[in-house]
């Protein structure tokens, strides 16, 4: 695996060296973690001008869940209260006769960038810009295979909830019990917060839980993600609890299920991020829920659980191949409940059977 971030460095190398910049600086966990592997929390890369380094703040966790850093990366490992990564690599930069350096400005706070400024004067700053995030939009099959995973640790987990006894407990035991049956079943641990939503409650878009119990008639709406090796993926189904749902709960389920069907049909490389939110928002629109529709249909998943792309109406760019979106449209009714239905999909040719569907419960509105 070693030579796949190699490769990766390689190319962002290409992308700053093209912009005249002699060496990067990159600080944001979850890129520091695409590029070097693994990394301690509070680690910095450099992409110096005659080495890479990854200036650690402690050595690397032995967790087998926390991986090890690219064996072919030096590391720097500074002594207790040995001060700032990103300051340290800084100056590393300037040992290494770099006349420029890269940084990820938009995750440097203003007092970190004027202490990597302080250490380096002779520096040239300038921004990296959201280039790493760029490299990670595509994702190489071995990150496929952990989202892969990952889904089928959520689906479990879900599975098992949905065969045991509902009425009478709390939103926040349910998300506490789908949490450690996630862990139980080899995830990482959540992708997120667990968010589970029950009669009015559903109708709240992020709601987060609460000791509400279960009713008979409601609306249990529940969205979790497991992380697998770093890697976060997504799912949320909408389910009633009792033997028979009400009409006006099958009405809004089937308009939120055939918005949710159109989208996860548009994702194809070359469509457009904006033509796959139109494809869901048109069908829930048309039937007089403009108002109760979230911002966005869906988003890019994989070391974070919010990723570029954004599939939303006024998103530029168009999809590739490879690239793990989650499609999540729904119907919030202030007051009464609301139906999400949430999968995490791959974007694939159709020569390839088309988007590969990692998130696999069933959306048939279940009675619990």
Not at 133 to 155: H, M, N, P, T
Not at 216 to 233: K, M, P, Q
Request: proline share 7%; glycine share 10%.
């Amino acid at each position: 695996m070693s030579e796949v971030y190699a490769t990766r460095r390689s190319r962002l190398r290409d992308h700053f060296t093209a912009a005249g910049t002699a060496a990067a600086l990159v600080t944001r966990p979850a890129n520091v973690r695409y590029l070097a592997a693994a990394a301690p929390q509070g680690s910095a890369l450099l992409l110096g001008k005659r080495e890479d380094l990854l200036v650690c703040a402690g050595p690397p966790d032995d967790r087998p869940y926390e991986g090890r850093p690219d064996e072919n990366l030096r590391l720097h490992v500074l002594p207790p209260n040995g001060g700032d990564a990103a300051v340290v690599a800084a100056d590393l930069a300037v040992a290494q006769d770099a006349d420029s350096l890269a940084l990820e400005e938009h995750h440097l706070t203003v007092a970190r960038h004027r202490a990597v400024r302080a250490v380096a004067p002779g520096l040239r700053l300038g921004d990296l810009g959201g280039a790493v995030e760029q490299l990670r939009v595509v994702k190489d099959e071995e990150e496929i295979s952990c989202l892969r995973i990952g889904a089928e640790i959520a689906d479990q987990a879900l599975g098992e909830l949905l065969e045991s006894i509902l009425v009478g407990r709390t939103e926040r035991h349910l998300a506490l019990e789908l949490e450690r049956r996630l862990v139980d079943h080899g995830a990482d641990g959540p992708a997120f917060p667990t968010s589970v939503a029950t009669g009015p409650n559903s109708g709240r878009p992020g709601h987060r839980p609460t000791d509400r119990r279960v009713e008979e008639g409601d609306f249990l709406s529940v969205c979790l993600g497991a992380t697998y090796r770093g890697y976060r993926c997504e799912i949320g189904r909408t389910f009633v609890i009792g033997t028979s749902p009400a009409d006006w709960q099958v009405e809004l389920y089937d308009l939120v299920f055939a918005a949710q069907r159109a989208g996860r049909e548009s994702l194809a490389p070359g469509a457009a991020h904006r033509d796959v939110d139109r494809a869901a928002r048109q069908v829930l629109d048309s039937a007089g829920y403009a108002e109760a529709l979230s911002p966005s249909t869906g988003h890019g998943v994989g070391l974070e659980i919010d990723e570029d792309p954004q599939l939303a109406p006024a998103s530029m760019g168009k999809l590739d191949a490879c690239v793990p979106v989650t499609v999540e449209p729904g119907v919030h009714l202030p007051g009464r409940g609301g139906v999400r239905i949430d999968d995490t999909l791959v974007v694939r040719p159709e020569a390839d059977g088309g988007p590969e569907l990692l998130t696999i419960t069933t959306k048939e509105l279940l009675a619990l």
